[in-house]
């Protein structure tokens, strides 16, 4: 007998806590002042309708021709559905630089089922870039792990701002590739958006030490911005363009009602700014740490209080550490396995993979504090943390790499099983 097959099940029910009992304590997570943790009208609230759209996609999308046979397996797979579930960050835990970290694709093999037991362990991922849509990513993700990835099981940092659609007209939407932000913003249902090229098209002096290309000159739009009364800003990615983004997002902060050209007497009148996630830094293929999107909202925040005497108080982060993004990702991941693995509730614990003290342990361990589920932090050594330092923000075990982190969350929750399993029977020990 497998023995999976006889965990208890009692807790499956739970539900994670409420927003509104989290949110005096979640502040204690940002980093910044200027920084606070979205409300929960902000957080997607139609998980079955985002996830029907994902599975929409899926077949179309992520086609089996267009990865390798390395998710294929001869193991005997199990109908048994373990109690426990994985979240992974990407950047620095499966991936450097685009590159596929060694052991990430077989940590994804022996999630798919292949592992002594034969199990299939659910398991999402979440990760705080951005900059294309989630089938995009997906697709991407699915070649370079060779296993079939769903929209479904996917977050960006960017995704859960797709609730803010029917919130806000025009907005302004900064960061990626091209017309790429432009073209998630749009997916997402927000109706008028625009981008830094199309306001430097309109006046190339906001921007007097960078000219547009002609590619970049011909998909942006034009429009009187003049006339225009910007909403709001988001920052979907990276800046690609800090003195650009940066020029033109001051300016809209110090507006009057989000118009370009004026100037409030209060500084106060200017449009919110979102950011996707807080990640100051991140890991690439480079040998030391890069800037990230992060040091972006510290650098508006200081030139913002340089030029208005004041400090930026329309900032909000989505993403990791903030506890709404951990909260979006349970309702995700309870779907995904009611969906594809038939069991309804949360898992009764999620083993949370990351390379960043800072955001990934920090968030994980924070949220496990306000919910029933246990969250457990696993920090590997392959990304943003440097070996040999003590982090500030403690995970649960520090472990080399994330094929390390599976096979210890899955060894861990198989020897709490089986202990279980010897107070369901008395004390009489079972046999393997």
């Known amino acids: 007998m497998n023995e999976f097959a006889v965990c208890p099940t009692a807790g499956r029910d739970r539900r994670v806590s409420s927003v509104s009992s989290m949110v005096a304590t979640a502040a204690k997570l940002d980093s910044g002042p200027t920084v606070v943790v979205p409300p929960a009208s902000y957080m997607a609230s139609t998980i079955p309708e985002t996830m029907a759209i994902a599975r929409a996609h899926t077949d179309h999308t992520i086609m089996d021709d267009e990865i390798s046979s390395d998710d294929e397996s001869s193991t005997p797979i199990s109908t048994v559905v373990p109690t426990y579930a994985f979240a992974f960050d990407i950047d620095g835990v499966l991936l450097a630089g685009g590159e596929v970290i060694p052991g990430a694709k077989e940590a994804m093999r022996v999630l798919n089922g292949e592992n002594p037991d034969g199990i299939k362990v659910p398991y999402i991922f979440v990760t705080n870039g951005g900059g294309k849509t989630e089938q995009e990513r997906c697709l991407d993700l699915s070649k370079q792990l060779g296993v079939s990835v769903s929209p479904g099981q996917f977050i960006c940092g960017h995704t859960p701002m797709r609730e803010m659609a029917e919130k806000y007209g025009t907005v302004l939407v900064v960061g990626g590739e091209g017309e790429k932000c432009r073209n998630v913003a749009e997916g997402y249902g927000f109706n008028d958006v625009v981008t830094p090229g199309d306001i430097m098209k309109w006046k190339s002096a906001v921007t007097p030490f960078r000219n547009l290309t002609d590619d970049e000159h011909k998909n942006s739009r034009d429009r009187d911005f003049s006339q225009v009364e910007i909403e709001a800003i988001f920052v979907f990615a990276d800046s690609r363009f800090w003195g650009d983004d940066t020029q033109i997002i001051l300016d809209l902060l110090m507006s009057k009602n989000g118009r370009m050209g004026t100037l409030s007497d209060t500084f106060d009148e200017g449009p919110p700014i979102y950011f996707s996630h807080n990640d100051v830094v991140w890991a690439t293929n480079f040998g030391l740490n890069r800037l990230g999107m992060g040091a972006l909202r510290v650098f508006i925040e200081a030139l913002y209080k340089e030029r208005t005497g004041k400090t930026l108080k329309s900032a909000t982060s989505f993403g990791k550490p903030q506890v709404g993004t951990f909260q979006y990702a349970t309702r995700v991941l309870e779907q995904w396995r009611e969906d594809v693995f038939g069991e309804e509730g949360p898992p009764k614990t999620v083993y949370f993979v990351g390379d960043t003290p800072e955001s990934d342990i920090r968030g994980t361990n924070e949220f496990h504090k306000h919910v029933d589920e ?59």
């Open 374 to 432: 246990e969250w457990y932090s696993i920090l590997v050594k392959t990304g943003v943390y440097q070996s040999g330092t003590e982090p500030r923000h403690k995970p649960r075990v520090i472990v080399d790499n994330v094929l390390d982190a599976v096979k210890h969350g899955m060894e861990r929750s198989r020897k709490a099983a089986l202990k279980e399993m010897e107070e369901l029977n008395n004390g009489v020990a079972v046999q393997k």
